[in-house]
């Protein structure tokens, strides 16, 4: 951890990411939310020095973007680094090279994470177990999403804090293909069972029997189909619309 | 009903809020955004029943980089309001849910417009705060986020307004113009939302690993529902 900073600074730099997205724009998307962040740092290093403060706050509202759960690590790393430079004893350069060849790996390896993989997850669990009890469906979702979000913002953070080859063995040794990977299975197995209980269920409502067979079979082409068609950027929502011009030609026949 | 819409409005902020610019605890996501609003508009069921649908229809479409996916926050809003004002005390008919689950995409796309609106302004502010910390205002960073934050809140406050009163309209007079008759035919669509739902989940899931681990679970699951239902 950094000794330079008080602990209310780091605490306080902490909280401020939350607020990453805050002013999320075009243009430097993270920029200001990301300099926000890093504020307090900036203010305990540079006090009683308004040039270098300037020169400091325009350096990190340069262009920024990165997965927002992830930003804690460069976010950490960052501080340290602004320590050595106020010490003069880094190349004020050295934060722009070193958060833009962060980001966009740590962009991928969140996008990955986050949204190919704990999001899908922890939605389909909250829906399955919504049909039993809505609050426990909210809460399965929200403990399944948060537990891994909100640890690996604080582990991030501190592993940034430490040093950027902390950061680097960090993000090296917390197995993010391997988590990504065993999440997806999770949901693919989740997501199975909702579409198996979904078919079913249409079958049943058809009578069962033999029949049910081939509700199964077309429940899975319909899956398979939907499948190909988002993987080629066809968006729900277009999928929704046919559907409801779809049904408002069977309501006015 | 007055205050229902207050309410409304300050959870939707706060939705939204989360959805983008802060905390991102999935406060947003339509399961929690329709349970509450089935709350608030008196039929929690009604609610959970379309946020579990709502939950996994929009999945496939990833926030990534710069691309905004359809807004399911306030597809939930709209089609959580909806659901409290069209279920009676048998629930909701399955004409009425799919309906109003198909009427909500409208909503998720004026919300995906409204977003890419905020942000376009944004893009002022931050501008603004670039040029203000160039003079040496330092507190500009912190002007410029709050200004970045509180549009955020009130176009989501603006929007949770507009959703939430049109899903009641819709509950309450759009969809009881339609016979029993029409909305067993509109029924007929039902069947194929869940599946979408499977499909937005396994597009995000699929690689050469999980597609046999899905399509293996769904037959046992389909498998095992039939068979107990049989036995039973």
Known sequence: MSEGLSRDVRRSVWRRQFLLQGCWNYEGMQNVGFTYSILPALRQLYGGRPEEMAKALKRHLEYFNTQPSMAGVILGASVRIEERIAARDADPRAIGTFKVGLMGSLGAIGDAYFWGALKPMASVAGAILSLVHPLLGIAALLLLYNLSHLSIRLQGFAAGMAGEESAVQYLKGAGFASRTMDRKIVAAILGGAWAGAAGSRTAILFGGGAASWGFFLVSVLTVHLLTVLFRKAVSPSEVLLFLLIVGTLILLQ | ?232
């Open chain 2, 1 to 232: 009903m007055g205050w229902q819409f207050v309410l409304a409005a300050i959870l939707g902020a706060i939705a939204y809020l989360d959805r983008t610019a802060t905390f991102q605890l999935m406060l947003h996501r339509p399961l929690v955004v329709a349970t509450a609003m089935g709350a608030v508009f008196g039929n929690v069921s009604a609610g959970a029943q379309v946020g579990a649908v709502l939950e996994l229809l929009y999945l496939a479409r990833l926030p990534v980089g710069a691309s905004i996916p359809p807004d399911d926050t306030g597809a939930a809003l709209f089609a959580g309001a909806a659901g409290a004002a069209a279920s009676s005390s048998v629930g909701l008919d399955a004409g009425s849910f799919t309906a109003l689950l198909l009427l909500s995409v409208p909503c998720a796309e004026l919300g995906k417009v409204v977003d890419r609106l905020v942000r376009r302004v944004n893009g002022r502010i931050a501008a603004l705060t670039v040029e203000a910390v160039e003079r040496g205002d330092s507190q500009a960073v912190e002007h410029g986020l709050f200004a970045g934050l509180t549009l955020f809140a009130l176009a989501g406050m603006a929007l949770s307004l507009a959703f939430t009163g049109a899903g009641v309209a819709a509950g309450k007079f759009l969809l009881p113009r339609f016979g029993p008759e029409s909305k067993a035919d509109f029924a007929a669509l039902m069947p194929i939302l869940p599946l979408l739902g499977a499909a937005s989940v396994f597009s995000c899931s699929r690689t050469d690993r999980t597609a046999p681990v899905f399509y293996l679970t769904m037959m046992m699951v389909f498998a095992a529902i039939l068979f107990f239902r049989w036995a039973g």
